[in-house]
């Protein structure tokens, strides 16, 4: 296997409609993959259609991208993110509604006064921007609100006012939500049950706002942009709108239909004007065309809505694919099952009907997804030419999935070529390649092939590694033998077999140390009991590389560091970006975007500074009583033996260090621990904590040595009267903790 090195690239400013169901990728990745495997204009096949973003920056790097889509949600966010609306049809479509009647009243006018509710200090109305609810209750206990009259805001105990509108509304509910469902199925239809299921993630209030708008634009004269706008706003209200919005906790990717026990109900109008914003930040201009229409050879999108398996016949004779690219889906109920109802409410049944399994189906385990997906590839190869590649991306990542993905890609003719991870926290690059048999020679699972894997990946990262990087590690050996899943295997049988192995493998194993709290195989990190002799570790490493580009190159932004760095830790050794900010929050300073050293981290500066240190602590010996010797790499402190023998006493070794080097530094001392003094400058105590922090084996070697600062050494020839033994309270009072900075941790 090749070790094509993790591409970096940037986050997305604004993250877009529905982007808690949408793969969180980075910007940058496809368009720095595509032009080293193919050549511009030619095509390319995204399987899964899931992520817009990577189709349109696939499209705008001069690529005709052909995507199969089977959900309606989807496709309409990719078209919508190809070719949306311009901002004064969003604007037209919203004002439309706004001063549409209901009643005496304009429509805007109801709708917000659904939400109205009591300023606590000014007793003044006000629009609340949300209410809190808890599961099983059929009261809001609470509001936050923005007073606009007298600027009071933040979470108030709901009022009586706000008790009796929500029962208000409650008390019509049952006609809303009938139909609710009536747009998505018959009454008689046989799914109308899961139907019902899936309404009951709203309360009332929001699907009674939903309704009423969605029955609305069926009597509004739009034309068909402002419809197709107004339709994306609804879009944006009805994820807003139903109950899987924990409350206080901030970032979540739901991925089950659960009921947080505290959940917040979004103001619908509001969400509706936040909704105008995300689209128009999202604006494009990407040709988007309906298979069969063709599109230009300078790029576009060809959307097929339907299965891989129809199209597959027809490609092959007509259209020659250069790549396969795409974002592998994981399971996801939730969006799945919403995208159905929503479908329904915006386009009516016609448009769930096809879709309607999504519905049906409750349980999505990784033995479902590696069966899924493995006919995925199994229609990718018998439509693609012998060596296409295919660049996936695996966002989320979690050992079953990675399983899953590595198992259906093998047991369907693909060849794995490359897998770049960085953390559990980003998407996983892997590349693979259409190879010569769809069925091929399946071996047995070997336990020793997995152990050396495993083993050797540890050595090479000279430090303890998460589960998901040594399970990686062994999948990949796995992958490598043809070991992953035999022919008569199900999927579930192959994935069981596989994760067990791979356990086993590490819990019964003496060379292997696991540092967890709990008993779980897959908690914690894993480490190698031979590592204590390898100080050459992943993070020394990088701050080692870090620092040689800034001199090198200074002024140079973020990803160009990046740039350089990857390459030289490919494959399971990406560092992570808490790991690079940890090495330039110790060395550098930004300006602007651009990185460069400290002046007093850049080399000459710091070689001028080693010189001074070490003249102080001859300086501070000598009014010790002690005579100063340099031996190798360490400085020594020692006194005439009394007893008048040959030998010196030693009493102290300092090892002086530019760097965190930690683990360097007492691998080459090699005095007892309780005699050594490392001396680090101040700028490197945080970054050598951050290190002992993350891995707890060096915690472990570092505990019996002392520490100092270059500034300690400083004060310390301030100090008038200075005894032996407060020196040693000195050394003893400035430990590295206390600098310890807010960093992440990986
Ligand atoms: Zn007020």
């Given at each position: 296997m090749d070790h094509q090195s993790y591409i970096p690239g940037m986050s997305p400013a604004e993250a877009g409609p529905l982007s808690r169901f949408i793969p969180p990728l980075?910007?940058?990745?496809?368009?720095?993959?595509?032009?080293?495997?193919?050549?511009?204009?030619?095509?390319?096949?995204?399987?899964?259609?899931?992520?817009p973003r990577l189709i349109l920056e696939a499209a705008r790097s001069g690529y005709r991208v052909l995507v199969t889509v089977n959900n309606p949600v989807t496709r309409f966010l990719l078209e919508m993110s190809a070719n949306p609306p311009s901002e004064s049809d969003f604007k037209a479509a919203l004002a439309e509604l706004e001063t549409a009647k209901k009643g005496d009243e304009r429509l805007g006018a109801h709708l917000q006064s659904l939400y109205l509710t009591t300023c606590e200090k000014c007793g003044r109305e006000t629009q609340a921007q949300y209410f809190l609810w808890r599961k099983g209750e059929d009261v809001p206990y609470a509001r936050i609100y923005e007073c606009k009259e007298c600027g009071d805001t933040g979470e108030r105990v709901a009022t009586q006012q706000d008790i009796d509108r929500a029962k208000k509304i409650a008390a019509t509910d049952g006609l809303h939500r009938s139909r609710s469902f009536e747009r998505v199925v018959a009454l008689n239809d046989e799914d109308r049950i899961y139907v019902e299921e899936a309404i009951a993630y709203y309360l009332p209030r929001p699907l009674y706002f939903l309704n009423t708008i969605i029955n609305r634009l069926?009597?509004?004269?739009?034309?068909?942009?402002?419809?197709?706008?107004?339709?994306?706003?609804?879009?944006?209200?009805c994820d807003a709108g139903n109950t899987l919005w924990g409350h206080p906790s901030e970032r979540q990717r739901p991925k089950q239909l659960i009921i947080p026990n505290q959940f917040r109900e979004h103001n619908l109008w509001t969400q509706l004007e936040r909704g105008l914003s995300l689209w128009l930040e999202t604006a494009s201009g990407v040709i988007c065309e309906a298979w069969p229409q063709k599109i230009p050879?300078?790029?576009?999108?060809?959307?097929?809505?339907?299965?891989?398996?129809?199209?597959?016949?027809?490609?092959k004779k007509e259209i020659p694919i250069a790549a396969v690219v795409g974002s592998l889906p994981r399971p996801n109920q939730a969006f799945w099952t919403l995208s159905a109802l929503w479908a329904g409410w915006l386009w009516g049944r016609e448009a769930v009907e096809p879709y309607k399994t999504a519905l049906r189906r409750r349980r999505y385990d990784w033995a479902w997804n590696a069966t899924a997906l493995n006919s995925t590839f199994t229609h990718l190869f018998e439509l693609l030419p012998l060596g296409t590649p295919f660049f996936g991306l695996l966002p989320e990542p979690e050992p079953s999935f990675l399983t899953s993905a590595l198992t259906a890609a093998n047991a369907a003719g693909f060849d794995l070529k490359s897998l770049a991870l960085r953390t559990e926290h980003d998407p996983v690059q892997i590349v693979w390649a259409r190879g010569e048999h769809l069925k091929r020679e399946s071996n047995e699972q070997n336990i020793d092939d997995i152990r050396e894997a495993i083993h050797s990946h540890l050595i090479e990262r000279g430090e303890p590694a998460s589960y998901l990087h040594v399970h990686t590690a062994g999948l990949v050996a796995l992958t490598e033998a043809h070991a992953l899943k035999n022919k008569e295997q199900e999927f579930d049988e192959a994935m069981r077999a596989t994760q067990a192995l791979i356990q086993n493998a590490l819990a019964n194993d003496e060379r292997f140390v696991h540092y967890s709290s709990g008993e779980s195989v897959d908690t914690g990190l894993?480490?190698?009991?031979?590592?204590?002799?390898?100080?050459?570790?992943?993070?020394?490493?990088?701050?080692?590389?870090?620092?040689?580009?800034?001199?090198?190159?200074?002024?140079?932004?973020?990803?160009?560091?990046?740039?350089?760095?990857?390459?030289?830790?490919?494959?399971?050794?990406?560092?992570?970006?808490?790991?690079?900010?940890?090495?330039?929050?110790?060395?550098?300073?930004?300006?602007?975007?651009?990185?460069?050293?400290?002046?007093?981290?850049?080399?000459?500066?710091?070689?001028?500074?080693?010189?001074?240190?070490?003249?102080?602590?001859?300086?501070?010996?000598?009014?010790?009583?002690?005579?100063t010797r340099k031996q190798d790499k360490n400085y020594l402190w020692e006194e005439n033996n009394s007893k008048g023998g040959a030998t010196p006493l030693l009493h102290y070794a300092f090892y002086i260090l530019a760097s965190a080097l930690v683990g360097r530094a007492i691998t080459e001392t090699p005095y007892p621990p309780e005699q050594i003094i490392i001396v680090i400058p101040g700028g490197r105590a945080a970054l050598a904590s951050y290190k002992a922090q993350r891995d707890p084996a060096l915690a472990t070697r570092m505990k019996p040595y002392r520490m100092a600062k270059y500034r300690l050494l400083r004060t310390l020839l301030e100090v008038p009267v200075l005894t032996r033994e407060t020196f040693v309270e000195q050394i003893a009072s400035d430990p590295l903790e206390k600098s310890k900075a807010q960093m992440m941790m990986f």
């Amino acid at each position: 296997m090749d070790h094509q090195s993790y591409i970096p690239g940037m986050s997305p400013a604004e993250a877009g409609p529905l982007s808690r169901f949408i793969p969180p990728l980075e910007e940058g990745v496809i368009s720095a993959w595509l032009p080293l495997h193919a050549s511009t204009s030619s095509w390319l096949l995204d399987p899964f259609g899931f992520s817009p973003r990577l189709i349109l920056e696939a499209a705008r790097s001069g690529y005709r991208v052909l995507v199969t889509v089977n959900n309606p949600v989807t496709r309409f966010l990719l078209e919508m993110s190809a070719n949306p609306p311009s901002e004064s049809d969003f604007k037209a479509a919203l004002a439309e509604l706004e001063t549409a009647k209901k009643g005496d009243e304009r429509l805007g006018a109801h709708l917000q006064s659904l939400y109205l509710t009591t300023c606590e200090k000014c007793g003044r109305e006000t629009q609340a921007q949300y209410f809190l609810w808890r599961k099983g209750e059929d009261v809001p206990y609470a509001r936050i609100y923005e007073c606009k009259e007298c600027g009071d805001t933040g979470e108030r105990v709901a009022t009586q006012q706000d008790i009796d509108r929500a029962k208000k509304i409650a008390a019509t509910d049952g006609l809303h939500r009938s139909r609710s469902f009536e747009r998505v199925v018959a009454l008689n239809d046989e799914d109308r049950i899961y139907v019902e299921e899936a309404i009951a993630y709203y309360l009332p209030r929001p699907l009674y706002f939903l309704n009423t708008i969605i029955n609305r634009l069926d009597g509004l004269s739009l034309t068909p942009e402002r419809r197709r706008a107004l339709s994306a706003l609804i879009l944006v209200a009805c994820d807003a709108g139903n109950t899987l919005w924990g409350h206080p906790s901030e970032r979540q990717r739901p991925k089950q239909l659960i009921i947080p026990n505290q959940f917040r109900e979004h103001n619908l109008w509001t969400q509706l004007e936040r909704g105008l914003s995300l689209w128009l930040e999202t604006a494009s201009g990407v040709i988007c065309e309906a298979w069969p229409q063709k599109i230009p050879e300078s790029g576009g999108i060809c959307i097929y809505e339907g299965r891989l398996k129809d199209l597959a016949r027809e490609v092959k004779k007509e259209i020659p694919i250069a790549a396969v690219v795409g974002s592998l889906p994981r399971p996801n109920q939730a969006f799945w099952t919403l995208s159905a109802l929503w479908a329904g409410w915006l386009w009516g049944r016609e448009a769930v009907e096809p879709y309607k399994t999504a519905l049906r189906r409750r349980r999505y385990d990784w033995a479902w997804n590696a069966t899924a997906l493995n006919s995925t590839f199994t229609h990718l190869f018998e439509l693609l030419p012998l060596g296409t590649p295919f660049f996936g991306l695996l966002p989320e990542p979690e050992p079953s999935f990675l399983t899953s993905a590595l198992t259906a890609a093998n047991a369907a003719g693909f060849d794995l070529k490359s897998l770049a991870l960085r953390t559990e926290h980003d998407p996983v690059q892997i590349v693979w390649a259409r190879g010569e048999h769809l069925k091929r020679e399946s071996n047995e699972q070997n336990i020793d092939d997995i152990r050396e894997a495993i083993h050797s990946h540890l050595i090479e990262r000279g430090e303890p590694a998460s589960y998901l990087h040594v399970h990686t590690a062994g999948l990949v050996a796995l992958t490598e033998a043809h070991a992953l899943k035999n022919k008569e295997q199900e999927f579930d049988e192959a994935m069981r077999a596989t994760q067990a192995l791979i356990q086993n493998a590490l819990a019964n194993d003496e060379r292997f140390v696991h540092y967890s709290s709990g008993e779980s195989v897959d908690t914690g990190l894993w480490g190698s009991a031979e590592l204590i002799r390898h100080y050459e570790s992943l993070s020394d490493r990088v701050e080692v590389a870090i620092v040689t580009f800034l001199q090198k190159n200074p002024n140079s932004i973020y990803l160009e560091l990046e740039e350089d760095l990857y390459p030289r830790f490919p494959g399971l050794l990406t560092p992570s970006k808490a790991m690079i900010y940890a090495v330039l929050g110790s060395y550098a300073e930004k300006d602007g975007a651009a990185w460069k050293l400290r002046a007093e981290d850049v080399s000459t500066a710091r070689r001028n500074e080693l010189n001074t240190i070490t003249a102080m602590i001859e300086t501070i010996g000598r009014r010790l009583g002690y005579a100063t010797r340099k031996q190798d790499k360490n400085y020594l402190w020692e006194e005439n033996n009394s007893k008048g023998g040959a030998t010196p006493l030693l009493h102290y070794a300092f090892y002086i260090l530019a760097s965190a080097l930690v683990g360097r530094a007492i691998t080459e001392t090699p005095y007892p621990p309780e005699q050594i003094i490392i001396v680090i400058p101040g700028g490197r105590a945080a970054l050598a904590s951050y290190k002992a922090q993350r891995d707890p084996a060096l915690a472990t070697r570092m505990k019996p040595y002392r520490m100092a600062k270059y500034r300690l050494l400083r004060t310390l020839l301030e100090v008038p009267v200075l005894t032996r033994e407060t020196f040693v309270e000195q050394i003893a009072s400035d430990p590295l903790e206390k600098s310890k900075a807010q960093m992440m941790m990986f």
